[in-house]
């Protein structure tokens, strides 16, 4: 990325972060958050490459134990198949019109950047199977698993947000309140869209979907600051 271009506003190179890892050693949250587990049950329902970004989405449905801030309690986590750009939605319960106003969303977001959404990946879950004739209306492809298996796209996309939620918890010196966790799990998938991943080379999410080169991050999640606006009474 540093020597593709694709980080504006910084002068620094792979050199320096080499430089910086024979000084300092390597990161133990990095190689925290880059473990891996063993593999679960899963079905990849991939029979060709998808030809542009957007085409394939997969998506899955997670509940929060407590609601966030806004009173919401089910996560719905989604990826491009081909690019790896993610992103969340928040809605207060899974039932079929929140499921139809996320999937319009992600339908109406990669619209606006020039992409057409042509098929989504599920579980064999019935909130997905109920939302087949929506899709169907806006000239969408509904793929389910098989019974009994995880959709292995997104079952990917998740496990990687998950191991960075807990490399960004664990440079605080403070647990976060619980009711953010909607924010901490936006803050992730914006990272992960900023930087290159293995489906798309030098190149980032947030470049090939947006046509956006990446931002230096000036303050991490959760971090405490101090701010003064002089209009403020």
Not at 168 to 183: I, R
């Amino acid at each position: 990325m540093l020597d593709h271009g694709q980080v504006s506003h910084t002068d620094l190179t792979s050199r320096d972060l080499h430089n910086c890892r024979e000084i300092y050693g390597p990161c133990e949250i990095c190689k925290f958050a880059n473990s891996t587990s063993p593999p679960d049950q899963s079905s990849s329902l991939l029979t060709e490459r998808p030809p542009s970004p957007g085409h394939t989405i997969a998506i899955d449905i997670e509940h929060f134990t407590r609601p966030s801030i806004g009173g919401y309690s089910e996560c719905f986590h989604w990826v491009c198949v081909l690019t790896g750009f993610c992103g969340v939605e928040f809605q207060r319960h899974k039932e079929l019109p929140n499921l139809q106003l996320v999937l319009q969303h992600i339908i109406d977001f990669f619209a606006t950047h020039g992409f057409t959404v042509k098929r989504f990946l599920t579980d064999h879950e019935s909130v997905f199977i109920s939302a087949e004739d929506f899709l169907l209306s806006k000239h969408c492809l509904l793929v389910p698993s098989p019974p009994g298996l995880h959709q292995k796209e997104i079952e990917r996309s998740i496990k990687t947000r998950r191991a960075k939620d807990l490399s960004f918890q664990l440079q605080l010196s403070h647990f976060p309140p619980e009711k953010l966790v909607a924010e901490r799990y936006q803050s992730i998938c914006n990272c992960l869209n900023s930087v290159s991943n293995n489906k798309t080379g030098h190149l980032t999410p947030n470049m090939i979907v947006l046509g956006q080169k990446t931002l230096p991050i000036t303050f991490h999640w959760g971090q405490a600051g101090v701010f003064y606006s002089p209009t403020s009474t």
